[in-house]
């Protein structure tokens, strides 16, 4: 039942973002963290993950980017902004986002990786995440410039 009930909320979600209803978006899933337990909304954030790595390898960044953030805004709403996934996941999210030319974002998200990591004492992973925000800070500042 709870692995039917993920489904029809990722098919949400899914059609939500394809829709571009990202107000929509917004809002299902602040009443996502409303409505469903802990457990429950770590496992939609886990197949969001999914959803968006399998996005990327389709080459379907901004949809990817997307399923990210709402990954990474349900799992700060649970209090999981601690946990060492949670780097990884904004990680992620610089990726897609440096992938679909939104540098910026792509910028924000590795530091904020990069702080992440350096406070789990991932000191490799930290100074990729670093090396690649001042990179994308740099491609975000020649588009700004246009």
């Known amino acids: 039942m709870k692995k039917l009930l ?3 909320i990722l098919l949400a979600i899914n059609f939500s973002v394809k829709a571009g209803e990202s107000s929509y978006l917004n809002d299902d899933v602040s009443s996502l963290i409303g409505q469903y337990d802990n457990e429950t909304l770590a496992a939609i954030s886990n197949e969001l993950v999914k959803m968006a790595n399998e996005e990327e390898g ?34 992620l999210a ?11 974002e792509a910028s924000l998200y590795a530091k904020k990786a990069s702080d992440a990591f350096r406070e789990h004492g991932i000191a490799k992973f ?18 700004a410039v246009r």
């Open 58 to 91: 389709m080459g379907e960044f901004d949809l990817a980017s997307t399923h990210y953030d709402r990954a990474i805004k349900i799992r700060e709403a649970i209090g999981m902004k601690t946990h060492k996934s949670f780097a990884s996941i904004q990680y």
């Open 126 to 143: 930290e100074q990729k995440a670093e090396l690649e925000s001042k990179e994308f800070a740099k491609a975000c500042a020649v588009v």
């Open 6 to 8: 993920l489904t029809i």
């Open 94 to 104: 610089s990726q897609a986002y440096s992938k679909a030319g939104n540098f910026c």
